[in-house]
């Protein structure tokens, strides 16, 4: 593919296309679970983080491997038609491997690694035969202090997707409060890694300084927290905002994007879509749309080059350039005027 200027004549040029809207690079999705896929509807909107948790455990048993199986396949699909080049997928078991190997999405996996008691590393270990796959702790509560460990300091030159403060109770847990902490002491859940103090001191007491970290959701995020990582991290820390779902499981909005905005060049800000299980759809376009009074020249580059770097893959997806494999999307149902979304954009892939 070339990237070109033309003068005049452009209309009367064999085999153009006219668009209207705006074209962008190919999306990066930075972080979604796919495997999830079959969950789309089945978990009720609004009943909090914990509720639903608890519902996942409910139903996810319900499903038949042939209709896990199918909302993979049709949510991929559904990603690459409008215009998703790569995605960073959190992945618990090797379900979504077949689709993606056929898929013409790049997918970065990362393996999950989660458990009080009992820890899954060695099961998810067994997931890196599969290409562009590498374990990351699931959150900062969910892990003991060991795994995690081990978890962040092998494989340094891999990327890690952390789930980070998507509630307050996460924070107040390290504190001894919150619901989070109450729930941890009905089931007899004990934590060795509260010493710590907060979720952000964990982050950088373990991992390596000069290590990629994609930080997911943040609706929580202080600036003191925002102080504290980038104060240790020697490249830039990507945090990546899933507004679509933290509105369809407890409403809350990520308070931390203006103070991500100017928080200055040690910040990536990136767009994940989460996973059907907790959004209406995997639409990068959907989530833009949550940003009101951001440019959109801003919002199209967390949604492509940024994710694209927060993924390691910047070097050949995320911009529209000679020897990149971005694809191109065509953005309709634009306000050329003022160059922003409206209700009525949709995004289609035509490259």
Request: proline residues 4%; glycine residues 8%.
């Amino acid at each position: 593919m070339a990237v070109e200027q033309y003068g005049e004549g452009l209309d009367s040029t064999p085999g153009v296309e006219f668009h209207s809207g705006i074209l962008s690079a190919g999306f990066v999705n930075a972080h979604s679970h796919i495997e999830l896929s079959y969950l789309r509807g089945a978990i009720a909107e609004g009943g909090g983080y914990a509720a639903f948790a608890d519902s996942i455990a409910k139903v996810r048993d319900t499903f038949s491997e042939e209709e896990r199986l199918s909302a993979v396949v049709e949510a991929d699909r559904t990603m690459w038609q409008e215009g998703v080049d790569a995605v960073g997928d959190i992945v618990n078991g090797d379900t979504s491997f077949a689709t993606k190997s056929a898929s013409p999405i790049y997918y970065k996996n990362f393996a999950e690694v989660f458990g009080l008691r009992l820890c899954n590393l060695e099961n998810q270990r067994a997931l890196l035969k599969y290409p562009n796959t590498s374990l990351s702790p699931h959150s900062i509560y969910s892990v003991q202090d060991a795994p995690f460990r081990e978890v962040c300091g092998t494989d340094c030159n891999e990327p890690l997707s952390i789930h980070f403060l998507e509630t307050e109770d996460e924070a107040l847990l390290y504190r001894g409060e919150g619901s989070l902490q109450e729930w941890y002491g009905k089931v007899g859940f004990e934590c060795d890694f509260l010493h710590y103090g907060s979720p952000a001191k964990r982050i950088v007491e373990c991992v390596p300084k000069d290590r990629s970290v994609l930080l997911v959701h943040n609706c929580a995020l202080s600036e003191h927290d925002v102080e504290v990582l980038t104060n240790h991290f020697s490249m830039p820390l990507s945090f990546v905002l899933c507004p679509r779902s933290n509105a369809y499981i407890s409403g809350v909005e990520p308070r931390s994007v203006e103070l991500l905005r100017k928080a200055g060049s040690n910040i990536n800000i990136c767009i994940g879509t989460d996973s059907l299980s907790s959004n209406w759809s995997l639409s990068m376009v959907e989530e833009l749309k949550q940003f009101k009074n951001i440019p959109l020249a801003e919002l199209l580059q967390w949604a492509t080059i940024n994710g694209a770097k927060a993924l390691g893959i910047d070097d050949k997806y995320g911009t529209v350039e000679v020897g990149k494999r971005s694809g191109v999307v065509s953005l309709s149902g634009v306000d050329l005027e003022n160059f922003a979304l409206t209700p009525r954009t949709k995004a289609k892939r035509i490259l």
